[in-house]
């Protein structure tokens, strides 16, 4: 069984910063890709940023130059770093990782979702 398992998150004023942490556990055989969507009441859930085994990043280009998506070695933890943080980031974001467990082919999990909300 896989997990992933967020931290972080909370209320934050505009042009503050917040930090989000990903941990995935379980029977892992390999991680694909990492990263962390939003979803704003009445919106589709958005890519914010991802990071392949390849260690590539992609960033939404709504979030370029203000959020860092980092990872530890193993690529089992992700880390977003949130500065200058506007209301339009107000959401609940979201933990993805496609992940290869034992004898399955590989697919997308999903945390349970953080609030973030930036507001005066």
């Known amino acids: 069984q896989v997990q992933l398992v967020e931290s972080g998150g909370g209320l934050v004023q505009p042009g503050g910063s917040l930090s989000l942490t990903c941990a995935a556990s379980?029977?892992?055989?390999?991680?694909?890709?990492m990263g962390w969507y939003r979803q704003a009441p009445g919106q589709q859930r958005e890519l914010v940023a991802r990071i392949t085994s390849h260690g590539i990043t992609d960033y939404a280009d709504f979030v370029k130059g203000r959020f860092t998506l980092s990872t530890d070695n193993a690529m089992k933890t992700v880390y977003l770093q949130m500065n200058s943080l506007k209301p339009e980031d107000t959401a609940v974001y979201y933990c993805?990782?496609?992940?290869?467990?034992?004898?399955?082919?590989?697919?997308?999990?999903w945390g349970q979702g953080t609030q973030v909300t930036v507001s005066s």
């Open positions: 379980g029977d892992i055989v390999f991680i694909h890709n």
């Open positions: 993805n990782a496609e992940i290869q467990i034992p004898y399955f082919s590989s697919r997308p999990y």
